[in-house]
């Protein structure tokens, strides 16, 4: 698989545990390059590795930070294979890949299995990605390191038409537990409750 912009490739495969139970198109994918950051930073493919930790597929399959335990409509079956550069995460679920939108925990099925997926990565990266906020931020002077992520105030399901946005890149980890509590609440509250619970607007 030949990705453009390369911004970080992933350390030797060392989790071979988790490498075994992925499907064999993203298993050899793996196998030949452990994950990586592509497209400026707008594509996350996480790796079979113990290090780093924000990189590895084990972080968020499993244990306090695992994505089926932050964001309700993800199950525990699922594989959380990779992420967009505001935490939008992509989401294998048999042999469909799936994409939650983190900010709303709403689950989209892309009608596509994986190899499909990585085709349509490669061809047509930008219908996959919206990477205009990352351009704006870019511009700006700002950078995304490795194990970063993007953070919009106010949150895009809250923004309204030309409202002014803030844009700073936090950690990954910051950043997937501040969608968790922020999909929760999208989830609970009705919409017109949501500009008071957070503060927003």
Same mark, same amino acid.
């Given at each position: 698989?030949?990705?453009?912009?390369? !911004?970080?490739?992933?350390?030797?495969?060392?989790?071979?545990?988790?490498?075994?139970?992925?499907?064999?198109?993203?298993?050899?994918?793996?196998?030949?390059?452990?994950?990586?950051?592509?497209?400026? =930073?707008?594509?996350?493919?996480? =790796?079979?590795?113990?290090?780093?930790?924000?990189?590895?597929?084990?972080?968020?399959? !499993?244990?306090?930070?695992?994505?089926?335990?932050?964001? =309700?409509?993800?199950?525990?079956?699922?594989?959380?294979?990779?992420?967009?550069?505001?935490?939008?995460?992509?989401?294998?679920?048999?042999?469909?890949?799936?994409?939650?939108?983190?900010?709303?925990?709403?689950?989209?099925?892309?009608?596509?299995?994986?190899?499909?997926?990585?085709?349509?990565?490669?061809?047509?990266?930008?219908?996959?990605?919206?990477?205009?906020?990352?351009?704006?931020?870019?511009?700006?002077?700002?950078?995304?390191?490795?194990?970063?992520?993007?953070?919009?105030?106010?949150?895009?399901?809250?923004?309204?038409?030309?409202?002014?946005?803030?844009?700073?890149?936090?950690?990954?980890?910051?950043?997937?537990?501040?969608?968790?509590?922020?999909?929760?609440?999208?989830?609970?509250?009705?919409?017109? =409750?949501?500009?008071?619970?957070?503060?927003?607007?």
């Amino acid at each position: 698989m030949k990705v453009r912009f390369l !911004s970080f490739e992933g350390p030797e495969v060392d989790d071979f545990r988790s490498l075994r139970r992925l499907p064999g198109p993203l298993r050899d994918t793996l196998r030949a390059v452990n994950g990586f950051i592509a497209f400026n =930073g707008a594509f996350h493919l996480r =790796g079979a590795c113990t290090e780093p930790r924000w990189h590895a597929l084990e972080t968020v399959n !499993s244990g306090g930070l695992a994505i089926h335990k932050l964001f =309700g409509p993800v199950r525990d079956s699922d594989v959380a294979f990779a992420q967009d550069f505001l935490g939008d995460q992509f989401i294998l679920r048999g042999a469909r890949v799936y994409r939650l939108h983190a900010e709303t925990a709403q689950m989209e099925n892309l009608e596509m299995d994986i190899e499909a997926f990585f085709v349509a990565l490669q061809e047509e990266p930008f219908e996959i990605l919206d990477i205009e906020p990352l351009d704006v931020f870019q511009e700006a002077g700002g950078r995304l390191e490795p194990g970063q992520l993007l953070q919009a105030e106010p949150p895009f399901c809250l923004r309204e038409p030309d409202q002014g946005m803030k844009l700073t890149a936090v950690s990954a980890r910051d950043r997937l537990m501040r969608l968790s509590e922020l999909g929760r609440q999208m989830t609970l509250v009705p919409d017109a =409750g949501l500009f008071e619970l957070l503060g927003e607007g």
